[in-house]
């Protein structure tokens, strides 16, 4: 179950008329994903995407602050966020207070995620928890990911790889 903080519901109408902005801006290979509190706006299919995310950022940039709302560039997206103090950080805090948890990790690869490896470290030096920032390598890792993780391993099938050993290593501590 999804709980979205009365704080970013309020501006739904934004994002809304964000959308409505942005549709006539659209060209082949880039599309708007709705994620109802944020919005992603992808591009990794035009053609010369780099030079497609420096023409376009001043246009995307402009529509947020025209509705309130902040911009973050990721990895062949831009993000269209509330301008409000949550993010992936702030929610990993919350769900690691909320469950009382001791420990916990925190699986990314973009630089959306970096805010979470942030607080992974931050929450472990009180030790409030022992929690991990693990990075995923891939060719196209924006460097802050590598920079702010604790570890890195590489791909998704390294992900599985360690999921799977954590799950056998979990069972077999338990018997």
């Given at each position: ?47 010369q995407p780099t030079k497609f995310a420096q023409t376009f950022k ?118």
């Open positions: 179950q999804v709980v979205v903080a009365p704080e970013i519901a309020a501006y739904r109408p934004q994002l809304e008329s964000a959308i409505a902005d942005l549709q006539s801006h659209l060209i082949d290979g880039m599309w708007i994903e709705d994620k109802k509190t944020t919005l992603s706006i992808h591009y990794r299919h035009v053609d001043p246009t995307i940039e402009q529509i947020a602050e025209q509705h309130g709302l902040k911009t973050f560039a990721g990895r062949m997206i831009f993000e269209i966020r509330p301008d409000v103090a949550i993010n992936k950080g702030t929610a990993f805090e919350h769900l690691i207070t909320s469950h009382q948890l001791d420990a916990a990790m925190y699986i990314g690869d973009d630089t959306t995620d970096v805010d979470a490896f942030i607080m992974a470290k931050q929450l472990r030096n009180a030790k409030k928890c022992y929690s991990l920032a693990i990075g995923v390598e891939s060719e196209d890792m924006p460097r802050p990911v590598a920079d702010n993780a604790d570890i890195m391993i590489s791909g998704v099938s390294d992900v599985e790889e360690f999921l799977s050993w954590l799950l056998r290593a979990a069972s077999a501590s338990s018997t």
